[in-house]
């Protein structure tokens, strides 16, 4: 069946840092694929989406391109900020009639002043 | 301001008592879905529904029971069976089901049972 597979945490890293969060996934057809964001103690957010191979989803200096050949949608950020810290979770849709968004466990992220 | 309610935040209960938590939903939303989250682990689904007056099994739905008698509401019992219902509860919507539809999540209850 469908999965996604993120790297585990914590990742630690300093202000200004470089975020890489390694995303990748395997599905039988074309899914699109998502970032979500749980700041704690509060639901989930979403932050980016890619619909299609080679879309780039941005938002809030976070970018993740949908790498078919790779079956991967990693996270990155060039310049990370302490309100950067939370929990983030790879998804992935196959959009039939019957199937619902499969989310990764989650990898946290601790960001030091 | 269309969103997702949940309440209450913090829930206490005893065991052996039945408790529901409430979802509520002002987005026209026609899928919701309820999710498990325990400490350092990952969202497991419990139930969703698709349309009114239907729901089926996520991969945990023992122990729990829901309903969606209106489109706005998609409320969760917890019964006394589930084994260890200590976590945290969050509800989401999405417009369908599938597809590339984003879901919006609830702040979430985290329910103690002592």
């Known amino acids: 069946g469908d999965s996604v597979t993120q790297m585990e945490g914590p990742v630690t890293l300093s202000e200004e840092a470089f975020l890489t969060i390694n995303c990748t996934y395997t599905a039988t057809g074309y899914p699109s694929l998502f970032w979500y964001v749980q700041y704690p103690g509060e639901g989930l957010q979403l932050l980016l989406k890619?619909?299609?191979?080679?879309d780039k989803g941005s938002n809030k200096g976070f970018e993740a391109t949908y790498r078919k050949e790779t079956t991967s949608f990693h996270l990155e950020k060039g310049s990370v900020q302490v309100s950067d810290s939370a929990v983030y979770f790879c998804?992935?849709?196959?959009?039939?009639?019957?199937?619902?968004?499969?989310f990764g466990k989650g990898t946290r992220l601790h960001i030091l002043p | 301001d269309g969103g997702i309610t949940q309440s209450p935040k913090y829930l206490f209960r005893k065991e052996g008592q039945n408790v529901t938590l409430s979802c509520e939903q002002n987005?026209?939303?026609?899928?919701m879905y309820w999710y498990r989250q325990d400490p350092g682990q990952g969202l497991r689904l419990i139930y969703y529904?698709?349309?009114?007056?239907?729901?089926q099994k996520g991969d945990i739905a023992e122990g729990y029971s829901v309903s969606r008698e209106k489109k706005e509401s998609f409320p969760l019992t917890v019964t006394s069976a589930q084994k260890n219902p200590t976590a945290f509860y969050l509800c989401?919507?999405?417009?369908?089901?599938?597809?590339?539809?984003?879901?919006?999540f609830g702040p979430g209850t985290r329910l103690t049972v002592t």
């Open positions: 890619a619909t299609k191979a080679d």
């Open positions: 987005l026209n939303h026609d899928a």
């Open positions: 998804a992935l849709s196959e959009g039939s009639r019957d199937d619902k968004i499969i």
């Open positions: 989401a919507s999405s417009l369908r089901l599938a597809g590339a539809y984003e879901q919006y």
């Open positions: 529904s698709q349309i009114v007056n239907d729901f």
